[in-house]
Structure formats: C-alpha cells, structure tokens
C-alpha cells in the first residue's frame, strides 16, 4: 500500500511558499507599463481546499456559470459565505501546521488582454498585494506557485507566458493554511483577494529594488542623500541640485522630515530601463540617552492603532478611505499611527509620508490563540517556522523601507516569545539598522530598543516614569511607549487626561497609540452594523471587534473628539496675572507661527464677539503669558473666556480656520438661584397644588410642572452598561456592570413612606432598594414653589454595606415627545462622563433629541453633558444649583440595556430626561483598567436641588 502526498499539502507547508520573487522597496514607476486587473472577476466557492481539480485554470475553461466578484474584496462579504470574528481563538483546532478538512477554497479567475502598447522585450511581473490567507497561482495554465503571508506582496515573473490577448489568470485561495496560525490578529477573518493585483512590465535596465537613505544632521542641518540600488543609475533631486550616481552620498542643507514639518523632496532614480519617482524625506531616528530622537528632538507619541477597514468592503480599502483616515487622524491632532497588527495597503505610508504621521510598521504576525495552552507549539519558538517568520519580516521591510514616516519596525503582535522572534530582529537590525525594533511581548528588551506596555493602569505608568518599575539592566535604560492604552470600545475610553499628564512630565514616558482607529462593525440591513456571533459563528467574541474611536462609517465618536483635546498641540491656562491666559506650545518640532488666537467672552454662553490675540511665534516647549482684552459685566449672569487656536493658512491636511486647541476660563461664576419658596401646597381632593406644581395627593408623584404633564418622576441609579462597566472576562480586577447586576441596582423598587404637606413645602418620603438585598437609599424629595418656578431638592442616605459604588445618582422622568424635539442648554457640548469631559466646552448649544444620542454599535449608556447650568425640554425648563449632568433619550434605559443592535431602539411618544447629580466614570475595562478612584461614585448622604419652570423666550 503507497500513500501520497495530495496535491493540496503547501496548504499545511509551513514554508512562506514557491515561485515568487525575492521582496523589494514597492514604487510606481514614471514610464514602465502597467496593468491593473482590479475590477470583476468570476469565482467558485468549495468547501474543501480539494474540492475541485485544476481545470479552471486552463484556457478555454468555461466559467459562465460562476458568481462575479470584485477584486480587492473579500468573497464572504459579497454574498458567498460569512465573516468570522474571534479575538485571539483560533476558530479551528489548534494542530499546528494542520487545518481543518473544512477549509472554505475560492477559486478567482480573470481573463485579460494586453493593451495594444505593451512592450516587447523585457519581463513582466505579476504582484499580488493581498491574499487572505493561502494562494495558489496559475497564468495560462501554467502553475507560477503558491504564498502565504496574507497582509504582504508577493510577485512571480510571467513575462514569458503572456500572451497577447485572452490570458486566463486564475488564483486559487484557501480560507485556512499553516498561514492562519502566524495571522491570529484581533479581526475579521476573511478570506479573498483583498488588494490589489497587477502586470507591471519590466523594461530591460529596470530599476528593480533600491534603498534611500536619508539622513539629517540636527547640529549641522545637512541632510544626507544615498540611494543603493542593485542597478546602477542616477538621482537626481532637482530642488537641491543633486545629480549623483547611484550608491553615492550627497551632503548639503536641507529642511528636515518631520510629522509636523513633512518636507519631502521630489527626485528621480534614473537606470537604463526606467525613471522612478522618489519622495525623500530627511530624518534621522536614533535611541539614546534612553529617548527615541528623531533629528534629535525627543518624540511624544500621540497615536493610535488602526486596522484597515470598512464596513461594506472590509479590508479592502480604497485610496479615497485610506485619505480619509489619514485627514481625521491629522485634525484630531493625532501625530502617529502603529499600523496593527500587519503592514497597511502601501498607498497608507505614501499618505503618511505626504500628510505627516509617525509610523510603526508592524509585520503580520500574530499567535496569541497558543496562550490557550501556555504558549505550547507556539510557531515562534519552533525551527521549522522561521523561514516563514523572516520572509515576512523581509517582504515588510524591503516594500516599506524607503518611507520617511516609518521610524520603527515591529516585529508583531501577541506572539508570546521565542528564537523564530529574535532571528526576525536580528535580520532587520542588519538590513536597517537605522530604524529601532519594536515588539510589545519582549519583556525583558533582549530584541528590542524599546520598552512597551499593553493598558498599565496609570499608577504603574508613573512608576516607571520614577525609574521604580525593576526589570533587566537594558530594560530599564529604555524608553517607554504604551503600544496599547485607553482602549476605546463603546463609550470611552476614560482616563486619557491622567495618560497624558505622566507622559508630558516624565521624559522616559514617549506616549503611546489607543487602540483603536475604528469600530469593525458589518453593514448589515436588518441589524444596522453586525459584529461577532451575528453570522452564526461557533465562536466568536462578539462586539469586542468594535472598539474603535470612529463608528464604523467612519463617524468621529465622543472618545475621538475627546482625545483630540487631550492631545492638543498648544495648551490654554489661565495665566498667573488676572486677566491673562498663558499659551504653551506642546509640538515637538514646530513653532506657533501657522497658528491665529481668537479671543471671546461669553455671557451665559452667548459670545460677545472674536477677537484677535497676538501670541509670540513660540518654539516648542515655549509659553507666554498674554493678556485679555476687559470682561463684560454680565449683571449676575456667567461669565466666561475662550480662546481658539485655529489655523491661519490652508494646509494639506485642513483649511484655514480649522480649530486645532481651545481653551476656557471663568471670569465671574453665576449668581446663585433665588429660592424658590413662599407658596404652600394646597390639598384639593386626589391632587396638590403648588405654584405652578401638580402632585398625586396620594403618592406625592408629580403629574406637571408649569403645565407640563410629567411622567414617573424617581430617583434613578441605574445606567444602561457600557462596554467598560462590564469588563473583559480575563480581568482580574473588580468589574462593576456584573456587580451593579447581581446586586439588583438595574430592578431598583421604590417604596413610598410619607407624604406630608406642612408648612411651605410638600414633601415626599422613600426608600428606594432592589429586592432580596438589604440595602437601600432612604430617599426624600422636597418641593418648594415660589409661584412661579418650583424646586425640587433631593436627599438621599444610603443603608447597609455598600461594597460598590452606584452607576449613577440623580433622577429621570419622561415628557411627551419625539426624537425630532428641540433641546436647548448652557453647558458642557460633547458627551461627557466624570472621566472623559476634557472636550466638554461650555456654550449655548441645540439639538434635537435624536441628534443626542451616540450610536454605538452595541447600544449603551450615552448622550450625558456636563456642567449644564439650564437645559430647556419638551416646553419646560430646568436649572441647576448650581450646574448637574443633563440626558435626554427617546426610549428608557431598561429599553437601551436590553438592546444588543441599533435597530432595536424604537423610539416612542415619551422623551427620558435625566438630571444627574453626580455619575460614575467610564475607564477604560473592556481592557485595560478600570475608573480612576477620584472617579468613583460611592454612595454616601447627600442632597441636590433643580428648579423648574416655563422657558423663557
């Protein structure tokens, strides 16, 4: 008996593949052909990698019958099967290298013409840019080979099988291969042909790869150019009167490469069979004195990971979404980008090179499933994977090599440790050594110039900033970037002010990427955006795949306006002397003289009118005191200052005007409310008047107020969970949305104990506690009326041990009306919590009550504004005493709690009005730590007033 191997096994080679050509830098060039054969192709969907034969590949196959797919593009996201989301399992038996029978296998077939001009002579190469996650290649029926490495290009030559017209290119692809375990990345799977692929003639002479170096001399401020190319040629940089040979260095003064400054220089490599296009940028990045220096200037990182996606093609982006990213991020004042967890479509890194971002460029690989089994068998750490973990390690950085804003390499992501990780980092200190190597899961720095952290909660960040935090001799002489932090999944993340504040005051602290750009969510028709288990997935992890700080069409969400803030380049404080403000420039690397100061005062919210401000041209790390112009007299009303940092020319990336920091001071506070007293509750039969007050003369319950018909007015503590609130399963610490629910604190029940009408209040006695606990909140609401207005101040004392804090403490009520209703009020404009108001700027605002909430893939608490000094709703006004949180919603917080879709709000004909005296904060737990202590809501006796009553007009 003889067995044989099938014609499938390089499915399960671990070997990086067969055929292709050796990596090099990836270019567009001036003059040689090209072809794309983007665009619809026919495909065949198996069950099985051995399913079918290889007859499609031959010319003359009739595939007429088959589906029609667009390439790039995923076929599970074009109607032929379904996405799968795990977070770190593998959704197949971990036997490595051996996947399952069950191995979905989409056959792509593409005929194409040459164009009448192709060249004669030469070669011709085929580059496939993405392939998720096993291909096997045919050109005119001739086997070219196979590759693994889904996030990487690969190119066979084929110049000698082409012909004319009525080629057959066909590409088998496998969902699963020995390739899955290396790219176990927290994402979408899904298999196809997700980049682009192209016929690029190679003229006799052609450039082939080449290395630019660029380097910058901070004392001198000369740049230093040398192109290396494995055909000899020249460049040539017109605007600095270079014209050298190749492999020659050329020294002269330039403007240095920066994410503030991106100057590039527009040259030319010329060889004997092509003209290619070069964009340098000189910079140098170094790691001494324990800081990363670029051009010799320590970075802050102000970054965030970003995945590639969209909600219809998935990763298939196109160059207008790349753009678009790459837009935002620049006007949310974010400076860099870790590109996770795989190398981005190349145009992202022409984009960062133009626009200005600091780059790490990660490699795609990624095990984290083998922390199951405490890492055992992990591919890292054994032999036989090596060649494939270096070859994606060389594709990396040989495509990206010649890209200014690339100045780190990472090896990677989650991948425990091991000898297959050093070789990776001993390879690329060799070929570039004038990058420094990243990889978060080297503890101990053995492989790595700098030490990174995953979501340290706040005090150990500090620690090491103090030198406290131990580790190896290296480590400890290294810089610290948090890799991951504030992880921004629902509403979130909290804490990024108290990040940002340890690492502007210890140098060792360089900042760090949130993770991350954009919530994954599926364009779905019935459920809105679909996330895990929505595809009937075996296992999945749910909505942890929406964790972004843009929703998944792309719309900036209250945690991205909020780290926008916290980052802004020029800080705005009052000054030391009354009536000034002291103006801090935080770049690293530019001066303030692109910038315009416009100075106003606000009454009650109401601007005065702008103002120009002369601020100096300050350097970095400069501040000036300047002072303002004289306040109003706002007679007993609020008065306020707001200074705008907007741009004062056109830039690449925004127009002029665009606002790019903001800050705010108080001149005179508020006159505080008069009391609202004097009136006497009159008893008329099953009601009671107050002023302008109507009460169940039974229940003490509220039935108007100033004419308004309210409805179940209550103390309320209860919040629709976030993200944060529940936590991850793997945490250790406390999660408080699991104890807020088995405590009961999401079924409160309110027992009514007196109603008394004495004197000039009506006052109204309860207890307000979840059944089969012991504790409770012994509640008491007391109304006064002056005739006009009625106040309603609330005393709450809390009974029994209380071991949690409370989600929130405040009261709701509901008033007739729909999403379409205005709401007007003076205070806090972004969705704001105790831990994430730094955005939260004070002026008048509207809205409609649609327009209030955040549509959050999974729905959760949100919409909450702070530091409301009067909010007017449904024909009834409320004011502070002296400010409280305002929420207003179409639907109750038990119908948003139970809600797992944006399509499962309906709204009614009754609108939700929160009046929060006090809420607990956000965190950042569906990850990394929870609230910070000063932003927990303990319960505890205290008392809180609002007065209501009619608009005023």
Not at 242 to 264: H, S
Not at 626 to 635: I, S
Request: glycine share 12%; charged share 25%; with cysteine.
């Amino acid at each position: 008996m003889t067995s044989r191997t099938p014609a499938t096994g390089y499915v399960e080679d671990v070997s990086p593949g067969r055929g292709t050509l050796p990596p090099r830098a990836w270019y567009a060039s001036s003059d040689a052909a090209s072809l794309s054969l983007n665009g619809g192709w026919r495909l065949r969907v198996s069950p099985t990698a051995d399913a079918e034969d290889d007859a499609f590949a031959e010319p003359g196959f009739d595939a007429g019958s088959w589906a029609e797919v667009t390439v790039p593009g995923h076929w599970v996201l074009q109607g032929h099967g379904a996405p799968v989301y795990t977070n770190h399992l593998y959704p197949f038996p971990v036997d490595p290298p051996r996947v399952p029978a069950e191995n979905p296998t989409g056959d792509h077939l593409r005929v194409f013409d040459l164009p009448g001009d192709w060249p004669d002579g030469g070669d011709t190469v085929l580059r496939l840019d993405g392939v998720e996650s096993c291909a096997r290649v045919w050109l005119n029926g001739t086997d070219i080979g196979e590759f693994k490495g889904s996030r990487l290009p690969h190119e066979f030559a084929v110049g000698h099988l082409l012909k004319p017209s009525g080629n057959v290119l066909a590409v088998r692809v496998h969902q699963w291969s020995a390739g899955s375990y290396l790219e176990d990345q927290d994402q979408w799977w899904l298999p196809g042909i997700f980049r682009d692929v192209t016929l690029l003639h190679r003229p006799p002479g052609a450039a082939g790869d080449f290395f630019v170096h660029a380097s910058y001399d901070h004392v001198t401020g000369a740049g230093t150019l040398r192109v290396d190319s494995g055909v000899p040629g020249r460049v040539t940089v017109p605007e600095l009167g270079i014209d050298t040979g190749t492999g020659e260095a050329v020294t002269l003064p330039v403007e240095p490469w920066t994410a503030e400054t991106p100057r590039l220089y527009d040259g030319v490599l010329a060889t004997a069979g092509e003209r290619v296009p070069v964009r340098v940028g000189f910079r140098t990045v170094v790691v001494e004195d324990g800081l990363i220096k670029v051009n010799g200037t320590p970075l802050l990182f102000k970054g965030v990971n970003r995945h590639e996606w969209h909600p219809r093609t998935g990763r298939a982006l196109d160059l207008d979404t790349m753009r678009e990213d790459v837009l935002l991020m620049k006007r949310h004042n974010l400076n860099a980008v870790r590109t996770s967890h795989y190398p981005p479509h190349p145009a992202f890194l022409r984009l960062c090179d133009e626009y200005g971002l600091w780059v790490i460029d990660e490699c795609d690989l990624e095990t984290h499933g083998f922390v199951e089994q405490d890492w055992r068998d992990n591919p890292v750490d054994d032999d036989r994977w090596t060649p494939a973990l270096l070859d994606r390690a060389a594709r990396m950085v040989e495509r990206d090599k010649n890209h200014p804003s690339v100045v780190m390499w990472s090896l990677g992501n989650e991948a425990g440790t091991g000898r297959g990780l050093t070789a990776m980092a001993e390879w690329i200190h060799g070929r570039d050594p004038s990058r420094p190597v990243h990889y978060e899961g080297d503890i101990g720095c053995r492989d790595t110039d700098v030490y990174s952290r995953m979501y340290p909660p706040h005090e150990e960040v500090e620690r090491i900033g103090r030198g406290l935090d131990g580790g190896t001799h290296r480590r400890r002489g290294l810089p610290l970037i948090l890799c991951e932090y504030a992880h921004a999944m629902g509403n979130g993340p909290g804490g990024l002010t108290e990040y940002q504040e340890l690492f502007e005051r210890y140098d060792r602290l360089q900042g760090g990427f949130v993770w991350e750009w954009i919530d994954h969510g599926v364009e779905h028709p019935e459920l809105g955006f679909a996330y895990g288990g929505d595809f009937g997935e075996e296992l999945h992890d749910a909505n942890f795949v929406c964790d972004g700080l843009l929703l998944p069409d792309r719309t900036p969400s209250p945690g991205l306006r909020e780290y926008k803030k916290v980052i802004e380049p020029v800080r705005i404080e009052a000054g030391d002397a009354a009536g000034t403000v002291r103006i801090t420039n935080r770049y690293d690397f530019a001066d303030l003289s692109g910038l315009e100061f416009v100075f106003s005062h606000q009454v009650d919210g109401i601007p005065t009118g702008a103002h120009r401000l002369t601020v100096p041209a300050l350097a970095p790390g400069e501040s000036a005191e300047v002072k303002l112009p004289g306040a109003p007299d706002g007679r007993g009303e609020e008065v306020q200052w707001t200074v705008q940092v907007l741009l004062a020319e056109d830039t690449p990336w925004a127009g002029q005007g665009h606002e790019v920091a903001w800050g705010q001071g108080t001149v005179a506070p508020r006159a505080p409310l008069p009391a609202a007293a004097g009136v006497r509750p009159a008893v008329d039969g099953d009601r009671i008047a107050l002023g302008p007050a109507e009460f169940d003369a039974r229940t003490g319950a509220v039935r108007s107020l100033s004419g308004v018909p309210v409805k179940d007015l209550r103390l309320d503590v209860w919040r629709a969970t976030t993200d944060n609130d529940d936590g991850a399963s793997w945490q250790t610490d406390t999660r408080y949305g699991p104890l807020w629910r088995e405590s009961g604190l999401h079924r409160m029940r309110h027992r009514l104990d007196a109603v008394e009408t004495d004197g000039d209040a009506l006052t109204v006695r309860t207890r307000v506690a979840p059944a089969g606990r012991e504790t409770g909140l012994r509640t008491v609401y007391r109304w006064t009326s002056d005739g006009t207005r009625v106040r309603l101040t609330v005393s709450v004392v809390p009974e029994g041990d209380w071991r949690m804090p409370l989600p929130r403490l405040g009261i709701r009520f509901g008033l007739a009306g729909t999403p379409e209703d205005a709401v007007f009020w003076y205070g806090g404009g972004n969705e704001a919590y105790p831990d994430t108001r730094a955005a939260s700027r004070d002026l008048l605002w509207d809205a409609s009550v649609g327009e209030l909430q955040t549509p959050y893939v999974r729905p959760q608490e949100n919409g909450a504004h702070a530091d409301v000094r009067w909010a007017e709703v449904g024909g009834l006004r409320v004011d502070g005493d002296p400010e409280f949180w305002f929420t207003v919603r179409p639907w109750t917080t038990e119908h948003l709690d139970a809600a797992r879709h944006r399509t499962d709000l309906v709204p009614g004909d009754t609108v939700w009005v929160h009046l929060d005296h006090r809420l607990h904060g956000i965190g950042s737990q569906s990850c990394g730590p929870g609230p910070l202590p000063r932003y927990h809501l303990w319960p505890e006796p205290v008392e809180f007033s609002f007065v209501f009553s009619q608009p005023r007009d």
